[in-house]
C-alpha cells in the first residue's frame, strides 16, 4: 500500500526538480525528504529520479508515476468535498417514479430546475403506476414516486406532500349525444358506457369514481379497461365509452374527444410526492424542491 504522503513529496520533487526547492515547498528540511524518496523508491523497487551534483531529472517509471500521482492526490483532496456534498443531498442517486398524468402539469418544470440546481444527482424516471411503484419500492429500486388517489389515501408507511387536488372531468367522443352540453350532471352520465382503469393501479379513485354510479342507484357498464390515461382517451375518441380524467388530463387534446364539467359531488383526484423516511438526503433534496414549488405556485403541502 502507498501512502498519501510519500506520494505528495514524490509530486514535490517531480515538479521543482530540486530537493532543497521540494523540502521547502513542504515545510520540511532536505535529507527527511531524501530518506522518504529513497524509501518510496525501494518501496516501488524502482529508481524515479537521476540525481547528479547538479541536476534532478526524473526517470522513465517517475514520469510514469507522476500523472498517476497527481490524479491521485488530487481524488483525495476533493474527498471531504465529495462527502460533504452527498450528505447535504447536494450530490448522490434520484430514481423517480411517476404516473403518467403529472407529465401534464408542473413535473418536467421541476425536474429542469432540480437538474439545473443540483447537477450532481444522477436522475432516473421512470414512469409507473402505483402498483408497480410500491413493488420497486420493496425491491429498492425506487426513492420517491408521484402517484395519484382520492383525497388522504395515501399508502401506509410512506411520507407524502400533495403537490395537486383536482377533480375528475368526464372524456367523451365527439359524436356522443351528451358531447354538445356545456356541463353534464350525474344523471346524465350514469347510463353510460364507461371506460377506466384496472383498480390496482389507484385502488382509492377506482373506488371514488364507482361510489358516484352507485349514488345514482346504477352500475358502472365497465366496458373496457386501459393502463394510461392516453390510452383511455384514445379509446373514448373510438367511441368505445366515456371516461373519468383528472382536470390536467385536458392538456392532452385528441382529435374526436371533448371534455365536460360534471355537476354534482364528483371524484377529486390527488396526486402526491411519497417517500420513505429514511431516504438519502439527496432524496430529500428533491423533496424540498418539490415542496418549495409547491408554496410558491400557491398550493398546499401535507406531510402525511
Not at 535529507?31 to 516501488?44: G, N, R, S, V, Y
Not at 377529486?268 to 423516511?277: A, F, N, P, Q, V
Request: proline share 7%; hydrophobic share 50%; charged share 15%.
Amino acid at each position: 500500500m502507498i501512502e498519501l504522503r510519500p506520494l505528495r513529496q514524490f509530486v514535490a520533487v517531480a515538479e521543482e526538480l530540486h530537493f532543497g526547492r521540494a523540502a521547502r515547498r513542504l515545510h520540511m528540511t532536505q535529507p527527511p525528504l531524501t530518506l522518504a524518496i529513497q524509501k518510496l523508491e525501494a518501496d516501488m523497487a524502482v529508481q524515479l529520479f537521476e540525481r547528479s551534483s547538479r541536476t534532478v531529472t526524473l526517470t522513465p517509471a517517475g514520469a510514469a508515476l507522476l500523472p498517476q500521482a497527481q490524479a491521485l492526490l488530487a481524488q483525495a483532496s476533493a474527498l471531504p468535498g465529495v462527502v460533504q456534498a452527498a450528505a447535504k443531498g447536494e450530490s448522490g442517486r434520484l430514481r423517480l417514479g411517476f404516473v403518467s398524468t403529472v407529465g401534464y402539469g408542473e413535473l418536467p418544470r421541476w425536474l429542469r430546475d432540480f437538474r439545473e440546481c443540483f447537477p450532481d444527482i444522477a436522475l432516473t424516471l421512470r414512469e409507473s403506476t402505483l402498483d408497480v411503484q410500491l413493488q420497486a419500492f420493496d425491491r429498492d429500486e425506487l426513492d420517491a414516486g408521484f402517484i395519484i388517489h382520492a383525497p388522504g389515501a395515501v399508502p401506509p408507511g410512506f411520507e407524502a406532500c400533495t403537490v395537486a387536488s383536482e377533480p375528475l372531468v368526464l372524456a367523451l367522443s365527439a359524436d356522443s349525444q351528451l358531447a354538445g352540453h356545456r356541463r353534464l350532471s350525474l344523471v346524465q352520465v350514469a347510463g353510460e358506457p364507461l371506460v377506466i382503469f384496472p383498480r390496482e393501479i389507484a385502488p382509492s379513485l377506482f373506488d371514488a369514481i364507482l361510489a358516484v354510479y352507485r349514488t345514482q342507484g346504477v352500475a358502472a357498464g365497465i366496458v373496457q379497461e386501459a393502463i394510461q390515461m392516453q390510452t383511455i382517451v384514445n379509446l373514448v375518441s373510438a367511441g368505445m365509452g366515456l371516461a373519468w380524467v383528472p382536470a390536467s388530463v385536458q392538456s392532452f387534446q385528441r382529435p374526436g374527444v371533448v371534455y365536460k364539467p360534471v355537476q354534482g359531488a364528483v371524484p377529486i383526484c390527488e396526486t402526491s410526492l411519497i417517500w420513505r423516511r429514511t431516504a438519502a438526503p439527496a432524496v430529500l433534496r428533491f423533496v424540498a424542491h418539490v415542496q418549495q414549488a409547491v408554496g410558491l405556485g400557491g398550493g398546499t403541502i401535507h406531510s402525511l
